[in-house]
């Protein structure tokens, strides 16, 4: 059974700092583009930030580029991201994912097959 599971929110107060972890296991991800995905109440999922399997290529959305650094650990199957300079609209549940294998890194939900259940990041102003 494929998992990813995501660890490391809770509740941090404006600027500063989380690290956010994904572990995968039924099978590797050492082939498949990964990503991070936030969910704030109301609103749509939005992209956060994406890591190419080929070469470790990372995509920032805008609004996060230069705080959140993504990273990736195929002996381990894991993931990560490293935010920091947090602010209050970065509040939100955030989603770890994997593509099918062999895509590139993408913005767009459509391209993920696999999803984790989410864990939620609240910065206090």
């Known amino acids: 059974q494929v998992q990813l599971v995501e660890s490391g929110g809770g509740l941090v107060q404006a600027g500063g700092s989380l690290r956010l972890s994904c572990a995968a296991s039924?099978?590797?991800?050492?082939?498949?583009?990964m990503g991070w995905f936030r969910q704030a109440p109301g609103k749509e999922r939005e992209f956060v930030a994406s890591?190419?399997?080929?070469?470790?290529?990372?995509y920032y959305a805008d609004s996060v580029k230069g705080r959140f650094t993504m990273s990736r650990d195929n002996g381990k199957n894991t993931v990560s991201l490293q935010m920091n300079s947090l602010k209050p609209e970065d509040t939100a549940v955030y989603y770890c994912?994997?593509?099918?294998?062999?895509?590139?890194?993408?913005?767009?939900?459509?391209?993920?097959?696999?999803w984790g259940q989410g864990t939620q990041v609240t910065v206090s102003s």
């Open positions: 039924g099978r590797t991800f050492s082939n498949c583009a």
């Open positions: 890591i190419g399997w080929i070469t470790g290529s990372t």
């Open positions: 994912a994997a593509t099918r294998p062999l895509l590139g890194p993408s913005r767009y939900r459509s391209n993920y097959d696999y």
